[in-house]
């Protein structure tokens, strides 16, 4: 039997990268998948390869910083498929203007910490009642290495994902027994975006040499996200799992 039959997830940022392998992969595993994308034409190409391969999908543009647009996303879910049981806060990510704390331009700042510490918090706000009301889930938030190691030249996306990680804990507390909620903890993983950023970053290109099992792809990614959204995690709420290749530790 697929591992998600019978569950309804929305994943946010899910028209390229993590998202993408995370939705394909949900859907192979039996879930009917909202992709929740800025990029309309990129979240309905995620949508469109699920359908082509046999799993159902819709694609809403959302705005994760925009308390209306997530709303709007979990209601629509919730109306199209009648329940909610997952919800994947991918939507996120750092650029190349990141930088120490002396330097970093404050509006590097504020964009990550909208984007990915807000709008987690914006996608649990209104997730996790629908999930509730559709008997109990699974919350899976975005972290990083970086909340769990020095990184140089990162601060402003440490500061998000560090309160990613907290958040995840405190609302892991706050919403058992009915909702688990845990986090990934990528390092570096070879999408185009942090192909690009890798290439420009001397720090990020000697951690990325460092990985002791190689480089890391979107689909390890979505793998931890299905066990996660699994119910083989039925017990398991409030932790912090890197996927990095050993980054954390060596």
């Known amino acids: ?63 994760v ?25 991918n939507a996120g990510g750092s650029t190349l203007r990141d930088s120490d704390v002396t330097d970093a331009p404050l509006e590097e700042f504020w964009r990550v910490i909208k984007l990915d510490l807000f709008g987690t918090f914006l996608g649990c706000r209104f997730g996790i ?6 008997g109990g889930g699974s919350v899976i938030n975005m972290s990083s290495n970086v909340a769990l190691m020095g990184i140089p030249g990162r601060d ?15 609302m892991a507390v706050e919403f058992a027994p009915k909702v688990r909620v845990n986090a990934i903890a990528p390092s570096a993983t070879m999408t185009d ?29 979505a793998a931890m996200a299905l066990f996660l959204a699994s119910d083989e995690t039925s017990k398991v709420t409030g932790h912090v799992y890197p996927v990095d ?5 060596s």
């Open 156 to 170: 402003c996306y440490t500061a998000a994902k560090g309160g990613v990680t907290a958040m995840t804990r405190s």
């Open 1 to 63: 039997m697929p591992r998600l039959e019978g569950k309804v997830a929305v994943i946010t940022g899910a028209g390229t990268g993590i998202g993408r392998a995370t939705a394909k992969l949900f859907a192979r595993e039996g879930a009917r998948v909202v992709v929740a994308e800025l990029n309309a034409e990129a979240g309905e190409q995620t949508a469109q390869l699920i359908i082509q391969a046999g799993g159902q999908a819709i694609a809403i543009k959302t705005d």
């Open 129 to 134: 009642p629908a999930i509730i009301r559709s």
């Open 65 to 89: 910083t925009e308390p209306d647009s997530i709303q709007g996303t979990i209601d629509k879910a919730v109306q199209h498929y009648g329940a909610l049981h997952i919800l994947h806060n």
């Open 193 to 221: 975006r942090v192909i690009k950023l890798v290439a420009g970053n001397t720090a990020l290109e000697n951690m990325a040499k460092s990985h002791l099992l190689g480089l890391i792809e979107p689909e390890d990614i």
């Open 245 to 249: 290749s050993g980054i954390t530790i």
